[in-house]
């Protein structure tokens, strides 16, 4: 067998064939609860590295996006390799109170997030800044418990953004706290594509 050349990618991800984009996979046991939250950097870069991961052990992943709305680097990069299934949930990041329109949207995206929880076709559901949504209003964390709770066997769950509900707290089996030590925003150094989105 010869030597790898580090320099040569071993995967290009436009060049895998169709069937094998989204292969079934298994998350063994029941399938957890993961909360991602805190005021530091990297919530939805930690769910999506575990995307990844489960897709490169065959899982099927579906990442909802409640506030997010621009394209993003993770979206671009889907596009191409075909990661996950993704649905957009939000109208953007709401300042100051929610409008009716963005209390609707939000639901609609919990009931699409509900539908695929208890389908059981994907073993890994991101529901990325949802925390934001209910401690927003948009949403109640009874709410998104239930949909949840009502989740096929095996299915794993994270719950990303800041301000996790203590519900959430309290029901999840993983809790992961970012905690700002330092931040380039501190210095005036804005989002940077590629890096923030």
Not at 22 to 38: D, F
Not at 74 to 79: D, G, I, Q, T, V
Not at 145 to 171: C, K, N
Request: aromatic letters at 6%.
């Amino acid at each position: 067998m010869g030597i790898l050349n580090p320099f040569v990618p071993l995967c290009l991800c436009a060049s895998v064939p169709d069937e094998t984009t989204a292969p079934a996979g298994h998350i063994p046991g029941p399938g957890l609860v993961q909360v991602y939250t805190g005021n530091g950097k990297g919530k939805t870069t930690a769910a999506l590295g575990l995307a990844l991961r489960a897709w490169g052990r065959g899982v099927r992943v579906c990442l909802i996006q409640f506030f997010k709305t621009r394209e993003t680097g993770e979206l671009l990069a889907n596009r191409k390799c075909g990661l996950f299934d993704h649905y957009s949930a939000g109208r953007g990041f709401v300042i100051g109170d929610p409008t009716v329109e963005d209390v609707a949207a939000a639901v609609r995206g919990l009931e699409t997030a509900a539908r695929i929880l208890s389908a059981g076709e994907h073993q890994l559901v991101i529901l990325d800044e949802i925390n934001n949504a209910v401690a927003k209003g948009l949403l109640s964390a009874a709410d998104v418990l239930a949909a949840v709770a009502g989740r096929h066997h095996g299915v794993e769950v994270v719950l990303t953004g800041r301000d996790a509900p203590s519900e959430f707290i309290q029901a999840a089996d993983l809790v992961t706290v970012m905690e700002p030590l330092k931040h380039p925003m501190d210095r005036g150094i804005g989002a940077r594509e590629g890096i923030e989105y």
